[in-house]
């Protein structure tokens, strides 16, 4: 089964600043990776998504992932951020059914 | 299309009673799954229907909980005799294939 992890729990960061959220994944199969975001009394809407091709994901509002399958790693940037991206982030991975992250809360600051 | 639909978006409940969620799927998905978030956590799976068989519950789901989706279309997730513990966020999700489309959720507090 696959599983993920998210190293930070929480990413303060200013406005306009650039922003690195870090996903580790372990798999023995086919890899399906994907970020969603969560805001308050909401559900998750989906950021971006990597199924195979090209290691370099774009996603909506401006972010993107890079797949490393060398380090496992999928980590999700954007490089200029605004307050309306506070909100709590979710790694996550698999093909039918997704196994999560526990979440990496970003609070962008003016 | 408007998405995944979940109702109620809120459900306060006394414990010992029983609660049932709706979710309407987009029209075209044949795959709906529904997963629980407690506060801090990332979301859980609880199960997953490919049109209207069950394919898969997760341990998670006791005995106290039954998911239907009757014709394939909405789905229904019934908890009896809730307890405190249930309190959660219960998320629906719809798909075609890989990847997800989620609801809003419908937040439960058991008092």
């Known amino acids: 089964a696959q599983s993920v992890t998210q190293l930070d729990s929480q990413v303060p960061v200013f406005e306009e600043a650039p922003v690195e959220l870090r996903c580790n994944y372990s798999?023995?199969?086919?890899?399906?990776l994907f970020w969603y975001v969560q805001y308050p009394n909401q559900g998750l809407q989906l950021l971006l998504k990597?199924?195979?091709?090209?290691?370099l994901v774009k996603g909506i509002n401006g972010f993107e992932a890079e797949f490393n399958k060398s380090q496992t790693s999928f980590h999700l940037r954007k490089p200029s951020v605004h307050i309306s991206d506070t909100a709590e982030y979710f790694c996550a991975g698999g093909d039918y059914k997704l196994s999560f992250g526990a979440g990496t809360t970003v609070t962008v600051r003016a | 299309d408007t998405g995944v639909s979940q109702d109620p978006r809120h459900k306060i409940t006394k414990r010992g009673q029983n609660v049932t969620f709706r979710c309407d799927p987009i029209?075209?998905?044949?795959?709906l799954y529904w997963y629980r978030q407690t506060l801090g956590q990332g979301p859980e799976f609880l199960t997953y229907?490919?049109?209207?068989?069950?394919?898969?519950k997760s341990r998670l789901l006791s005995d106290r909980f039954s998911a239907e989706r009757p014709k394939g279309s909405f789905s229904t997730l019934e908890i009896q005799r809730t307890e405190q513990g249930d309190s959660a966020m219960y998320l629906c999700?719809?798909?075609?294939?890989?990847?997800?489309?989620f609801g809003s959720g419908t937040r439960l507090t058991v008092v």
């Open positions: 029209s075209e998905h044949n795959r």
């Open positions: 990597y199924l195979s091709g090209s290691t």
């Open positions: 798999s023995s199969v086919s890899v399906y």
């Open positions: 999700a719809s798909s075609p294939d890989i990847g997800y489309t």
């Open positions: 229907f490919q049109n209207e068989a069950q394919l898969e």
